[in-house]
């Protein structure tokens, strides 16, 4: 059975950091693009980041140069730095992974992250 | 970037069908994704690839695109699946790639 659990949300501050962490299982972690989709409380999905299976990471706009997605294949896991935060970054943090080329098969639980002073 | 147009709402009585729509320029020439969503909850896949389902997803689900349209059909609509559903398709040429609908709630009468 395929697992992600997300962990390492919590409270932070305008400017401040938090690392995200995915632990995988149940499937070949290491031939599997892996992606982090948000949500604001209320609000749509969207996409965050990108790390596929050959290494390219991609970021959308608002977080490029502020985030950076990692994996260690070794630990079946995926990361999330997240530096220089702000509170529109506040959101539930969902850790998927990828599947045939565009979709999101399979999605952990999510992890709260808040932005706030 | 690529923009996807959903209704905010689709409402639908037990036992008929309910239609949510997807618009997007040329969405008939990418690969549509769907999810559903209840609350407090992850999302699930639910179509892929325009007409696809996971394994484990009734076949009360399925999905048309063409042109600048597509469409989630669920038929014999079921108390639980009442939820928000999603589009989505990914366009390199975009920015962001991945791009999601803003979300239709399907509510059961």
């Known amino acids: 059975e395929v697992q992600l659990v997300e962990s390492g949300g919590g409270f932070g501050q305008p400017g401040g950091s938090l690392r995200l962490s995915c632990a995988a299982s149940g499937f070949p972690f290491i031939s599997y693009d892996m992606h982090w989709v948000r949500q604001a409380a209320g609000k749509g999905l969207e996409w965050v980041s990108s790390l596929d299976a050959s290494g390219k990471t991609s970021y959308r706009g608002s977080v490029k140069g502020r985030f950076t997605i990692s994996r260690e294949n070794a630990k079946n896991s995926l990361y999330l730095q997240m530096d220089s935060l702000r509170v529109e970054d506040t959101a539930v943090y969902y850790c998927a992974r990828g599947y045939i080329d565009s979709a999101f098969d399979s999605w952990g639980q999510g992890t709260q992250v808040t932005v706030s002073s | 970037s690529y923009v996807l147009t959903q209704p905010p709402s689709v409402s639908v009585a037990p036992g008929m069908t309910a239609r949510i729509t997807c618009g997007g320029n040329n969405i008939g020439r990418k690969g549509v994704n769907w999810y559903q969503q209840k609350p407090d909850q992850a999302p699930i896949l639910v179509i892929y690839?325009?007409?696809d389902r996971p394994s484990g997803i009734p076949d009360r689900f399925s999905g048309a695109s063409s042109g600048n349209t597509a469409t989630l059909t669920i038929t014999r609509v079921e108390a639980g699946d009442e939820a928000d559903y999603y589009c989505q398709v990914l366009d390199n040429r975009s920015d962001p790639p991945y791009v999601f609908g803003p979300g239709t709630k399907v509510t059961v009468l």
């Open positions: 690839y325009d007409i």
